[in-house]
C-alpha cells in the first residue's frame, strides 16, 4: 500500500479565487489520479497525471478550469481555478500501485465555497 | 469498462457475515472485479479484487460467479467499522489498465 497525504485538509474559498491542493506520496508512482466528489454522490475521475506529460482529463474537466501539476514521482499539485460555489465538493488524490493494479486513495480535501 | 449493478442499500447485524452482491453481465475476459469501501468523509478503501478465481484476504472473502456475470463481497464478521459504502467496480489489472470508474455503490449499515 502507499501513505498519501493531502494539503489542505479543508478550505473555505472566495468565489473567484484559486486554491491548489498538494498530493504527496510516501513512494515513487507512475500513475496518480485527481477525482472529485461532489456532496452526497460518487467519485468522479478529474484528470490522470502522469509524471512527464500533459495530464489526460475526462469529458467535462478542462485544464483552464483544474490545472495539474506532476513534478515528480512522489508529488502532485491540483488547482481549482475562478470557483463558484459549484466547485465546493471534496478532492482526492489517488494512485496506482501493485502488480494487481490497486489504486489507493488520499485523505481529501473538503473545499467550501462561498 | 463494464457496468456494474448493485443495491442502493443494505443492512446487517452486528457479528453476522455480511454479502454484498454486484451484478457485472458485460464483463469481458481480461476485466477484474475490484471492490472498495467508503466510510464517510474519508477516502476510498482497497478491499480486493479477482478475476475468477476466488479470494480472500485479511479483509473480506470475493466469491465470483463460474460465467464471471456477478459476485458476492463477503464481511465474515461485520462490525459497526465496517459501515460506509461499497463500491464494485470492474477494470483491466495493472498498470496498463483504465482508470477506476466508480458507480453509486451500496451503503451497508451494521447494526448493533
Known amino acids: 500500500s502507499a501513505v498519501i497525504s493531502q494539503k489542505p485538509s479543508r478550505d473555505i474559498c472566495q468565489r473567484g479565487t484559486s486554491l491548489t491542493i498538494q498530493c504527496q506520496v510516501d513512494?515513487?508512482?507512475?500513475?496518480m489520479f485527481w477525482y472529485r466528489q461532489q456532496p452526497g454522490q460518487s467519485l468522479t475521475l478529474i484528470a490522470t497525471?502522469?509524471?512527464?506529460?500533459?495530464?489526460?482529463?475526462e469529458s467535462g474537466f478542462v485544464i483552464d478550469k483544474f490545472p495539474i501539476s506532476r513534478p515528480n514521482l512522489t508529488f502532485s499539485t491540483l488547482t481549482v481555478s475562478n470557483m463558484s460555489p459549484e466547485d465546493s465538493s471534496i478532492y482526492l488524490c489517488?494512485?496506482?500501485?501493485?502488480?494487481?493494479?490497486?489504486?489507493?486513495f488520499g485523505p481529501g480535501t473538503r473545499l467550501t465555497v462561498t | 469498462d463494464a457496468k456494474t449493478t448493485q443495491p442502493p442499500s443494505m443492512d446487517c447485524a452486528e457479528g453476522r457475515a455480511a454479502n454484498l452482491p454486484c451484478n457485472h453481465s458485460?464483463?469481458?475476459?481480461?476485466?477484474?472485479v475490484y471492490w472498495y469501501r467508503q466510510i464517510h468523509s474519508q477516502g476510498p478503501q482497497y478491499i480486493i479484487h479477482?478475476?475468477?478465481n476466488n479470494e480472500t484476504n485479511e479483509m473480506a472473502s470475493l466469491i465470483i460467479t463460474e460465467d464471471r456475470k456477478s459476485s458476492t463481497l463477503i464481511l465474515p464478521h461485520a462490525t459497526l467499522r465496517d459501515t460506509a459504502v461499497y463500491y464494485c467496480?470492474?477494470?483491466?489489472?495493472?498498470?496498463?489498465?483504465?482508470?477506476?470508474?466508480f458507480g453509486e455503490g451500496t451503503q451497508l449499515t451494521v447494526n448493533p
Open positions: 489517488s494512485v496506482l500501485l501493485g502488480q494487481g493494479g490497486e489504486q489507493y
Open positions: 513512494s515513487q508512482v507512475t500513475m
Open positions: 497525471a502522469n509524471q512527464g506529460s500533459e495530464a489526460t482529463y
Open positions: 458485460t464483463i469481458s475476459g481480461n476485466e477484474y
Open positions: 479477482g478475476l475468477k
Open positions: 467496480i470492474v477494470r483491466g489489472a495493472g498498470t496498463s489498465g483504465s482508470r477506476l470508474t
